[in-house]
């Protein structure tokens, strides 16, 4: 089936969650995505349960390539990468700003090879700035963008977002520009250097607490599950378990009162308006859920959804993926795999109706496609043995 980026060559230079993710994403979209790892291998190799010689961390953020290994410290690898390069359109690197520079790899060096190059970089703090040569990691990233101060209870030590949220972020965001890039490359046939980082991911998913703190010039505070500026908008407790309840607008909140059986409380002075709920926030939730607490959770649900009231229960992973909607969407989906057999792996998130997204080829092995690429670049047999006889690159098994 066609598909998008059909014919569009990715080198994929990165490791652990933010490039692997974004990179994984175009190879979802057809893209050739070639993942070169160092000798020492990808660090999520080590990460997660383990199959064998294989980890399911790995496997989750690397479908849809083809993967070699390269020892960029060897010259003799560092002119195969720079080979490469001339045959690629996209470059997708997390290394810290300015290592593969040192390798005679970086943007200024290719887009000389390569002038159509698209070239993106993320890091943890950008290419520029004082903190570019700090590392990255997303927990930091969630820290120090502001994340961590917004998230959890009042009054409890600070808590990260359940969920890699600045790697994922600037992945998303690195993908958004890569596909700028490349629609203007189609008008000009100029490539361009991208650049963006966990800490910038942070910052701009901001969008609430921002404008919160721009607004007031006070800082937000955590608030748990309650949306900042629409009341009543959170989880609520029942008799067996929370909810989540979406009555953000004046309608649903009147007809919630009606379901609860409490219209009164639309009357009340501190519940009349949006504004007057947030600032009786607690007070609210607090008159909610002496009501709430009485019947369990299928109750208020059956009613909430009948009424049209947004709301929905608050589900562990094994309850996603047994979510009948869930399944629906193919979110969970299934590939072979040589170590792990027939493995479960996230399915796409975006469907397109002429260029769906698929799940063509499992995580690579180690090493699986370095002698397939490099008989693509014209090495032989011969010199393909040499190489790796030489540590400049690594043969895995097939």
């Given at each position: 089936?066609?598909?998008a980026l059909?014919g569009?060559?990715?080198?994929?230079?990165?490791?652990?969650?933010a490039g692997p993710f974004?990179?994984?994403l175009l190879?979802?979209q057809?893209?050739?995505?070639i993942?070169?790892?160092?000798?020492?291998?990808d660090a999520?190799r080590?990460?997660?349960?383990?199959q064998?010689?294989?980890?399911?961390g790995?496997?989750a953020v690397?479908?849809?390539?083809r993967?070699?290994?390269?020892n960029?410290?060897?010259p003799?690898?560092?002119?195969i990468a720079r080979?490469?390069?001339?045959?690629a359109?996209i470059?997708?690197e997390?290394?810290r700003p300015?290592?593969?520079?040192?390798?005679g790899l970086?943007?200024?060096?290719?887009?000389?090879l390569?002038p159509r190059?698209?070239?993106a970089?993320?890091?943890?703090?950008?290419?520029?700035?004082?903190?570019?040569?700090?590392?990255?990691f997303?927990?930091?990233?969630?820290?120090?963008?502001?994340?961590?101060?917004?998230?959890?209870?009042?009054?409890?030590?600070?808590?990260k977002?359940?969920i890699p949220?600045?790697d994922?972020g600037?992945?998303?965001f690195?993908?958004?520009?890569?596909?700028s890039?490349?629609i203007?490359r189609?008008?000009?046939?100029?490539?361009?250097?991208?650049?963006?980082?966990?800490?910038?991911?942070?910052?701009a998913l901001?969008i609430?607490e921002?404008?919160e703190y721009?607004?007031?010039?006070?800082p937000?505070?955590?608030?748990?599950s309650?949306?900042?500026m629409?009341a009543?908008?959170?989880a609520?407790?029942?008799?067996?378990g929370y909810?989540?309840?979406?009555?953000a607008?004046?309608?649903?909140?009147?007809?919630f009162a009606?379901?609860i059986?409490?219209p009164?409380?639309?009357e009340?002075p501190?519940y009349?308006a949006?504004?007057?709920?947030?600032q009786?926030?607690?007070?609210l939730?607090?008159?909610?859920?002496?009501?709430?607490?009485?019947?369990p959770?299928?109750?208020w649900?059956?009613?909430l959804e009948?009424?049209g009231?947004?709301c929905?229960?608050?589900?562990?992973y094994?309850?996603?993926f047994?979510?009948?909607?869930?399944q629906?969407?193919?979110?969970?989906?299934?590939?072979?795999?040589?170590?792990?057999?027939?493995?479960?792996?996230?399915?796409?998130?975006?469907?397109?109706?002429?260029t769906?997204?698929?799940?063509?080829?499992?995580?690579?092995l180690?090493?699986?496609?370095?002698?397939?690429?490099?008989?693509?670049?014209?090495?032989?047999?011969a010199?393909?043995?040499?190489l790796?006889?030489?540590?400049a690159?690594?043969?895995?098994?097939?």
């Amino acid at each position: 089936m066609k598909q998008a980026l059909n014919g569009v060559r990715v080198l994929d230079f990165t490791q652990v969650m933010a490039g692997p993710f974004c990179a994984m994403l175009l190879g979802d979209q057809g893209a050739d995505v070639i993942k070169i790892e160092p000798p020492e291998g990808d660090a999520t190799r080590r990460m997660g349960q383990s199959q064998g010689k294989e980890s399911t961390g790995f496997w989750a953020v690397n479908r849809n390539k083809r993967g070699m290994v390269l020892n960029l410290k060897d010259p003799r690898a560092q002119a195969i990468a720079r080979a490469l390069a001339t045959t690629a359109d996209i470059l997708v690197e997390n290394y810290r700003p300015g290592v593969l520079d040192s390798f005679g790899l970086g943007y200024e060096a290719l887009s000389q090879l390569n002038p159509r190059l698209i070239y993106a970089s993320i890091s943890g703090f950008g290419a520029t700035g004082p903190y570019a040569q700090r590392g990255g990691f997303d927990l930091v990233a969630q820290g120090m963008s502001g994340i961590m101060s917004i998230t959890g209870e009042a009054e409890r030590p600070p808590v990260k977002c359940g969920i890699p949220v600045t790697d994922l972020g600037a992945g998303l965001f690195a993908l958004q520009a890569i596909l700028s890039a490349y629609i203007y490359r189609l008008q000009t046939g100029e490539g361009q250097f991208i650049d963006t980082s966990l800490f910038e991911a942070g910052v701009a998913l901001s969008i609430w607490e921002s404008t919160e703190y721009f607004t007031t010039g006070q800082p937000p505070q955590p608030m748990g599950s309650a949306h900042r500026m629409s009341a009543p908008y959170q989880a609520i407790r029942c008799a067996d378990g929370y909810i989540t309840l979406g009555a953000a607008n004046q309608r649903t909140w009147e007809r919630f009162a009606l379901v609860i059986g409490a219209p009164e409380l639309t009357e009340r002075p501190e519940y009349k308006a949006n504004s007057d709920r947030v600032q009786h926030r607690q007070q609210l939730e607090h008159d909610i859920e002496a009501i709430t607490v009485a019947k369990p959770r299928t109750y208020w649900l059956a009613l909430l959804e009948e009424a049209g009231v947004p709301c929905g229960p608050i589900q562990n992973y094994a309850e996603v993926f047994a979510d009948p909607h869930a399944q629906a969407r193919g979110l969970a989906q299934e590939m072979d795999h040589p170590v792990g057999g027939r493995i479960r792996v996230l399915g796409p998130a975006v469907k397109l109706s002429k260029t769906p997204s698929q799940l063509s080829r499992r995580s690579p092995l180690f090493g699986e496609h370095t002698a397939e690429i490099l008989q693509e670049l014209g090495y032989t047999g011969a010199d393909i043995r040499e190489l790796a006889e030489g540590g400049a690159v690594i043969l895995g098994e097939r």
